[in-house]
């Protein structure tokens, strides 16, 4: 997992937004570790080391279910190996009636084919950093775009009372996808085109 990358194998990452994302990750880590041991003296007999292993089994492997009208999170094993694919082949629910955990496939297979999961639309940042893994293909792929009104711009003040008067508003970074159906790649385009607007 990326979070263990020493020096040598993070210099690989120089200029990926994801460096930023690992660092986050390990201090998201390491604050729950303290809250947890300040909380509850009974944890500070585990290390930082088993917590981060713990936790990351968890986070990596968890499905979310519903088990007689209660939404809830499990562990499934063996289910919890499959690899990710999209378009998804799979779906996957927990039976109430079965009491248990049931795959169904979603087209024709024969025996020895590989049985997939969909991990969901992710850049393959978050699937790098999540899980370990990147698609040579993602349409779900993002880009980091910084965007700064400058204080030459003629029309400078009037921009910043349209953003609610903070000047920290007219510079913002958005991470958007290809997309442009997706909210957040809208939301870039909206402050570009009043970046970019030259007539009130």
């Avoid at 990326?2 to 690992?22: A, H, M, Q, R, T």
């Avoid at 297979?109 to 893994?133: I, L, P, Q």
Wanted: with cysteine.
């Amino acid at each position: 997992m990326p979070i263990f990358f020493g020096d040598d194998e993070l210099k690989y990452l120089k200029g990926s937004f994801s460096l930023d994302k690992i660092a986050d990750r390990i201090d998201s880590l390491k604050t729950e570790y303290d809250n947890l041991c300040r909380h509850v003296h009974e944890f500070r007999r585990f290390t930082h080391e088993e917590f981060v292993w713990a936790r990351l089994v968890v986070i990596t492997r968890i499905f979310g279910l519903v088990i007689k009208g209660t939404k809830t999170d499990g562990l499934v094993p063996m289910a919890d190996m499959l690899n990710h694919k999209r378009p998804r082949e799979t779906k996957w629910t927990f039976s109430d009636a079965e009491n248990g955990f049931i795959i169904t496939t979603l087209k024709g297979m024969s025996s020895g084919d590989e049985v997939y999961d969909s991990y969901g639309r992710k850049c393959n940042s978050r699937f790098f950093v999540n899980y370990g893994f990147s698609l040579d293909e993602n349409e779900d792929n993002e880009v980091v775009m910084g965007l700064r009104i400058p204080k030459s711009d003629p029309h400078y003040s009037m921009k910043v009372r349209f953003l609610g008067g903070n000047p920290n508003s007219v510079h913002r970074e958005y991470q958007i996808p290809m997309s442009y159906k997706e909210k957040k790649t809208k939301e870039c385009f909206s402050f570009f085109a009043l970046r970019s607007c030259s007539r009130f």
